[in-house]
């Protein structure tokens, strides 16, 4: 939308603040029947109210069906104003407020790994912990808290799994995080739906056509209720009745959730797996092209395909139209939580790192055994001297014993 005036235009007097001759402001609202009402407040040139004035013109300035109309202010001089029109059912953008109104900065949930009014995509493989990270995650923004060390911007939010489960996992997330649960109930909302049929959140017919589901609509009521602004949904085999190979039905269904996302002007974190093949997801190439964040978190493992500690965790940035992809987030599995090393106390944090070492060195030992176990079988007249030594030698991993995990 653009007002015509000296504000942005050549027939009206309305300026921002910091004119020197400017004598009134005005704020734009839409009365429902197409038309725009023009409130004149004299003499009023509150920095805050020309603020919400440009967030009003921003939301009214995405090309609704508004015309060209004229208002009176009170003292019976008339104000013209120009507003984009819709050409047929095509919504057009009327760019020419831009030129005068402050470019809005990028907002985030977690800051620069999950944009805020978009649905992210987060993948692993399964037992790599996704589901405690998405209500750990939840928990985070629901009351501000850092998440693994980054910021959160602080929503209510909606976290769905099997009740006991949900439990478990809060009461160690709280007790990891030194929030309370009394805390949470009017921030943190939980859902079990585990055994319910008909969880699908879109279906589609013959010719390929998607539809709501019954379970969307609950799901939005849900959400209204609770005023939760975040939510995360666990996982695509469950939420998704489509093909997960036909490209058209991804697409829909992510565009769904990012429809979602925007009407709670909030976030969706939903839930997939990979492959078989080791991809970092499952199906058509849509999954990757259609949202604008996706994640990948596992258990990272060595150059033989061993994982070095079984409790650490990696985070992948795998794709971020918004900020710099690759970043990568090391954290680890603690008494049914996930933390930072560099959070836990250095005595804790120290003995964690040995235990992990033993348990590898152990690992590599019980490998290069059994090596040595195969080459006695068909090296039986060598010196058991020179038969350890080739075990050791031919064993891949023996240059790796008493190496840092």
Avoid at 128 to 156: D, N, R, W
Avoid at 268 to 297: C, D, Y
Wanted: glycine content about 8%.
């Amino acid at each position: 939308m653009a007002l015509r005036g000296d504000w942005c235009g050549d027939h009206g007097r309305v300026r921002a603040p910091g004119a020197h001759d400017s004598d009134r402001s005005v704020i734009l609202v839409d009365d429902g029947d197409g038309d725009i009402s023009v409130i004149f407040s004299e003499n009023h040139r509150s920095d805050l109210l020309w603020a919400e004035v440009r967030q009003i013109i921003r939301c009214v300035g995405i090309g609704l069906p508004y015309h060209a109309g004229r208002e009176s202010e009170p003292n019976g001089t008339t104000i013209e104003f120009d507003v984009p029109t819709m050409r047929g059912d095509f919504p057009l953008i009327d760019i020419r407020a831009w030129e005068t109104l402050e470019t809005p900065s990028r907002s985030w949930v977690v800051g620069e790994w999950i944009p805020a009014r978009q649905a992210t995509y987060l993948t692993g493989p399964g037992a790599s912990g996704k589901s405690l990270l998405a209500q750990q995650l939840c928990t985070c923004v629901s009351v501000g808290a850092p998440f693994l060390g980054m910021q959160t911007k602080q929503m209510p939010a909606l976290c769905e799994d099997d009740v006991d489960e949900l439990h478990r996992r809060q009461v160690a997330i709280c007790e990891a995080l030194r929030v309370p649960i009394s805390v949470l109930p009017r921030q943190l909302s939980l859902a079990s739906l585990c055994g319910t049929l008909g969880s699908e959140l879109a279906t589609f017919d013959a010719a390929g056509h998607m539809e709501a589901s019954e379970a969307f609509n609950r799901l939005r009521a849900a959400l209204a209720a609770t005023g939760a602004r975040f939510v995360a949904l666990d996982n695509v085999a469950h939420l998704f009745a489509g093909n997960e190979n036909i490209r058209n039905q991804v697409a829909a269904f992510c565009g769904l959730l990012n429809q979602l996302a925007q009407s709670i002007d909030g976030a969706v974190l939903f839930i997939g797996h990979p492959n078989k093949l080791g991809h970092s997801f499952s199906g058509s190439t849509a999954w990757e092209n259609q949202v604008r964040s996706r994640l990948f978190m596992e258990i990272p493992k060595d150059d033989d395909g061993a994982a070095r500690d079984p409790d650490l965790r990696v985070l992948r940035r795998d794709k971020s139209n918004y900020s710099k992809a690759g970043g990568l987030l090391e954290f680890r599995w603690h008494r049914l939580s996930f933390v930072r090393d560099q959070d836990l106390p250095v005595a804790t944090a120290a003995h964690l790192a040995e235990t992990a070492q033993a348990a590898a060195d152990n690992a590599i030992f019980l490998e290069c055994l059994a090596l040595r176990n195969a080459l006695a079988g068909t090296s039986r007249s060598a010196p058991r001297a020179t038969m350890r030594r080739r075990s050791l030698a031919k064993c891949p991993r023996a240059s790796a014993l008493g190496r840092s995990a």
